[in-house]
């Protein structure tokens, strides 16, 4: 009877209903007990299900960390674009908080995200990937989120290969699909002063190699009246 109860308890855990305000409340890779996100290290990404292998789970926290990066515009008007910005992933079996709605309470998260509202930090894009359907929220003070459409279409492109339960390449095509489109996006508010002027960083270069072939000709040119003047005299 014992080992019977016991068996049903784990069936209860495997299958349990995460809280992002009461218990069970969802953890969170940013603080002291990371480890339950199943990462080796405080990070952007929890997993407290097992969804993804650990050789998984590695390959999308580095492309989780690499998102920032590759989102970053140095020739934005908006000083928080040009730091990149930033991605958070949460998995779990279930819908957390039991939610049926498209969007998740992820970007919200205190425990995962920073207070401060006056920093770059407090900028996020989140995903919430579930057995069978993506959710997802955004929190950018300067700039709208791309529109709920655009989700919707990167959920449909996805979702149906759940039902394979490859969560990892899953997840993986919805990451980098989702940073092309806000690079998209925040290339629309480049400086063009920028641009102008690196334009005329490039045109003072292509006449300073313009001035050099045309030194070289003349230089050419006068080497072979050399020759000539030498040929003639001999």
């Excluded at 069970?24 to 292998?53: E, F, H």
């Excluded at 709605?101 to 920093?119: D, E, Q």
């Excluded at 979702?159 to 490859?166: C, D, I």
């Amino acid at each position: 009877m014992f080992k019977v109860l016991i068996i049903f308890c784990l069936i209860i855990k495997a299958h349990s209903v995460w809280y992002w305000t009461k218990d069970p409340i969802y953890p969170s890779p940013r603080g002291a007990d990371y480890w339950i996100c199943k990462v080796t290290k405080p990070t952007w990404v929890c997993d407290p299900d097992g969804m993804l292998t650990d050789l998984q789970r590695e390959e999308i926290v580095d492309l989780v960390e690499d998102f920032k990066e590759k989102t970053k515009n140095p020739n934005s008007m908006f000083p928080c674009a040009r730091e990149g910005l930033r991605l958070i992933v949460a998995l779990a079996n279930t819908a957390i908080a039991l939610g049926d709605l498209p969007s998740t309470n992820l970007c919200n998260n205190g425990g995962w995200t920073s207070s401060n509202t006056t920093k770059c930090e407090s900028d996020v894009v989140g995903i919430e990937l579930n057995k069978y359907r993506f959710h997802y929220c955004h929190q950018i003070r300067w700039l709208e989120g791309i529109n709920r459409e655009d989700y919707e279409k990167l959920n449909r492109a996805e979702v149906a290969k759940l039902n394979n339960k490859n969560y990892f390449d899953v997840l993986k095509n919805y990451i980098i699909n989702l940073q092309e489109l806000y690079v998209q996006r925040f290339s629309i508010f480049d400086n063009l002063d920028v641009y102008n002027k690196n334009d005329l960083k490039l045109t003072e270069i292509q006449q300073s190699l313009n001035q050099q072939n045309k030194t070289l000709v003349e230089t050419k040119k006068t080497l072979e009246e050399v020759k000539q003047l030498l040929v003639s005299q001999g």
